[in-house]
């Protein structure tokens, strides 16, 4: 059984720093795309970070110089690192894992399994 479980989530004030981890089980991470996407209330979601199985990354433009996404293959944990956060950030954020696709250093992720979801809240 594939289980993604989120954690790092929480309230902090515009400016703060949170880090989200996605550890995996049942799949070896290093093995398939994975990524994070968020979704606030009333909003579509947003795919904001991916990692492919080579290691490359991509940000959205919204977080791009603010978020990095890395991963600890012998963890088998991903994590998304996110630094001057604004209250634009407040969303539920989910990792997932599945296939990409590398479009001129875009990945876009198809994801196959999803995490439950981790609430962040920046407060200004």
């Known amino acids: 059984q594939v289980q993604l479980l989120e954690s790092g989530g929480g309230s902090v004030q515009r400016g703060g720093f949170l880090r989200l981890s996605c550890v995996v089980s049942?799949?070896?991470?290093?093995?398939?795309?994975a990524g994070w996407v968020r979704q606030n209330q009333g909003k579509d979601r947003e795919g904001i970070a991916g990692?492919?199985?080579?290691?490359?990354?991509s940000l959205a433009d919204s977080v791009k110089g603010r978020f990095i996404i890395f991963r600890d293959a012998p963890k088998n944990t991903h994590y998304l690192e996110m630094t001057n956060l604004k209250p634009d950030d407040t969303a539920m954020y989910y990792c997932a894992a599945g296939s990409c696709s590398n479009e001129g250093g875009i990945i876009h992720l198809h994801p196959r399994y999803w995490g439950q979801g981790t609430q962040v809240t920046v407060s200004s």
């Open positions: 990692i492919d199985v080579d290691g490359n990354t």
């Open positions: 049942g799949i070896p991470l290093s093995s398939f795309c």
